[in-house]
């Protein structure tokens, strides 16, 4: 398939018939014959190629200018031929200016159309190379005639510049590495290069690139197929996978360093274990229905198959790998060795005769220089946790600052709530391929030229019904009303409705007649290909199928109409009196982008139903469960509504997005809920500060990560990473801002309210006190009280 734009001169017009010459004579070399356009072609009642109508229009203008005849001219959108014939070029003449009585003054662009047959898989293959010759020639006739743009398009070309994505977005993925690398590194460390943890946030990372390499290896020994929606796995894997190892380094932050290290590990392991090993459920419970038999569609359907199995490893490398790399790190604290160089740090005696650079890289605090209530800060020197601590959960929860959080969040909402609003399904092929690609100038070049009719649509009856039925003529004509009827059926039924021979005509008159119309009547010739007979034992002859062609006048945005168009002529064709059939081969698009969207949505809607229902028995609270869908709609919320004000359609793309986007929130957001919903006595502020301090520093290394390994990701030529940044930056932002502004400031204020209980003394538990006196040598008295409880 090729567009060709041109303006309509007669020098130009030769150039399609020019081009169409070079294309039938391509040759496909095999042992013994080559095959050309001729061979493998579809072929039409007579046996020959069916080829574009507009060929035969461009050839008789050619000819009749060769004869210097002036009486013909070509119409648009129907032109007349010299045989009689009435062809349809609407979507074959692109940029048309008219002069009265439809005649073309000049047209913009041409667009040529080859159809190839699929047989067997030898015809299958020279197909294949006969499509690849044909871009090839294409190319080289544009060379040739380079005042003129040609964009060749065949069928493997959508897949083709599908896969290019994964080419294009090799080094911009390797800059994301690093970046992601540099950052764990720089959250995991502090200025104590004994409580320091660089190796960990390095251990993490490999955690994470394990499990999805895993997952990667299992897909390829089973048969999957990749393709470039995998460059979302990574992203998926990074999101969960940085969240449960920044919490279990945050619990162990909170142990204390006089433990053994046995016991800090299972400290942190209560502590962190559980909640991850719910999100993680959560994660393989809304991937694991993604890909079910549920999704018809093989691209999300092994997306979903590969983030299922990488976070099933990333969940057991997390308890084993990265558990044993915490263990190991503890000892090397414990043993007063640095977290680099796992060299034995000196004492500070000892330190203060060497240089202020040696000084610098071993800077430590040992426990014998600290108090018990300073060794409860030991970790206030890393960067973070200071920042939160000190100076960020104060002024988060002041009551000045919280008017302005609350206008900051309404503002939020009606932004969300006009985006919302303006919500558009996206169609467009160009959405999910790489930029300057074949793809995306082909349909460029579609929107411009030939967007003002739809493709032709065959309208197929496919029952025996009473032609010569006057009602049954104005049922057929008014489900095709509004279209612009390009078959010689509906032709032939208005020229016997003139006639007036249709009403009460005999059956047996009327089909005869049809017939000898055949035979008489050369405007009809082509009926015979709309229409088919069925003859009797008794001679009688019996129409049991015909078809006529549509085609619907459209404006610029055609995709939303056809999609439109689709939908109603299909409930036309469930409820008429009528049975036919509808169909264009932009309706496989339309079925496979309707699909894209239902089928993720559904399985979403399944799997939050389960998720409820699953959670409501393993939560200590059901508060829990109410605080976190509601935080869950308000991001779900502002991310549908910025995407579609940041020119995101929604797509398949954007839709697994926005399911992955429920499972990130609940994975940052559900920690801070949970400390704060269980929490006991004081206020409510003071709980919002301790989730914060708790927590917070887990969720604030995890986001700095993840944002600097999405960065790269918006330089990358593609539609296709272009929606995945936009989207996945929008989840991550939103829940940042619910989980460090919102929450904090609606917990102050909201249910549950924290209430003072005394407790109430048990006998039982009395305190009794123990006087022992003690004399020395001087009969000095000395009274030691002992308390026992």
Known sequence: MKVEELEYRPSRAELPPMLHAAVTRIQVPRPGFNYTFAHICVLNNDKTCIVDDIVHVLEELKNARATNRTN?????????????????????????????????????AVQLTYYLQSINSLNDMVAERWESSFCDTVRLFQKSNSKVKMYPYTSTSLREDFQKTSRVSERYLVTSLILVVTMAILCCSMQDCVRSKPWLGLLGLVTISLATLT????????????????????????????????????????????????????????????????????????????????????????????????IFFNYLYVLSFYGSSLVFTGYIENNYQHSIFCRKVPKPEVLQEKPAWYRFLLTAR????????????????????????????????????????????LIYISFALMGYL??????????????????????????????????????????????????????????????VRISWFESYLNYLRKLNVSTGLPKKNFTDMLRNSFLKAPQFSQFQEDIIFSKKYNDE?????????????????????????????????????????????SFVYMDRYASSLGAPLHNACISALFLLFFSAFLVADSLINVWITLTVVSVEFGVIGFMTLWKVELD??????????????????APLLSTFVLGKDFTRTKWVKNALEVHGVAILQSYLCYIVGLIPLAAVPSNLTCTLFRCLFLIAFVTFFHCFAILPVILTFLPPSKKKRKEKKNPENREEIECVEMVDIDSTRVVDQITTV
């Not at 939160?388 to 302005?404: A, E, H, S």
């Not at 029952?463 to 010569?468: A, G, M, N, R």
């Not at 954007?654 to 940052?668: A, H, K, Q, R």
């Open 215 to 310: 997952a990667a290896g299992i897909i390829n020994l089973t048969g999957g197929k990749y393709n470039s929606t995998f460059l979302g796995v990574p992203f998926v894997m990074l999101g969960h996978g940085l969240s449960g190892t920044f919490e279990m380094l945050s619990s162990w932050r909170k142990t204390r360093e006089d433990q053994h290290v046995k016991e800090r590990t299972a400290a942190v392991y209560a502590d962190s274990m559980l909640s991850f090993s719910l999100t993680t459920a959560m994660y393989l419970v809304t991937f694991g229905i993604g890909a079910s038999p549920f999704t018809n569609i093989e691209a999300a359907r092994i997306f979903c198959c590969d983030s299922c199995i990488a």
């Open 652 to 669: 398949c793309i954007s839709v697994l997005c926005l399911i992955y986007g429920i499972n990130y929130t609940i994975d940052n957001c």
């Open 366 to 409: 040992f426990s014998e220089e600290t108090t018990d209530a300073e060794e409860a800060n030991t970790y206030e020197s890393h960067l973070l946790v200071c920042f939160l601590k000190r100076y960020y959960c104060d002024w988060i929860t002041n009551t000045y600052v919280k008017p302005f959080v609350v206008l900051f969040y």
């Open 541 to 585: 002859v019996d129409v049991v199928a015909s078809r006529m062609f549509l085609v619907a006048k459209t404006m610029d945005s055609n995709r939303e109409e056809l999609y439109d168009l689709l939908e109603t002529l299909r409930r036309l064709s469930v409820t008429s009196k009528v049975k036919f059939i509808v169909f264009n081969p």
């Open 72 to 108: 013909f001219a070509i119409t648009y959108p129907i032109t007349h031929l010299k045989d009689g014939r009435a062809v349809y070029n609407g979507h074959q003449l692109g940029g048309v200016t008219v002069h009265s009585k439809d005649r073309v003054k000049s047209a913009e």
């Open 422 to 483: 303006q919500v558009s399904e996206g169609s467009d092929l160009s959405n999910i391929v790489a930029t300057a690609t074949q793809t995306i100038e082909y349909t460029t070049a579609q929107q411009k030229y030939f967007s003002n009719y739809s493709p032709v649509i065959g309208f197929y009856i496919y029952e025996s019904i009473e032609y010569w039925n006057a009602s049954v003529q104005e049922d057929v004509l008014e489900y095709t009303k509004g279209f």
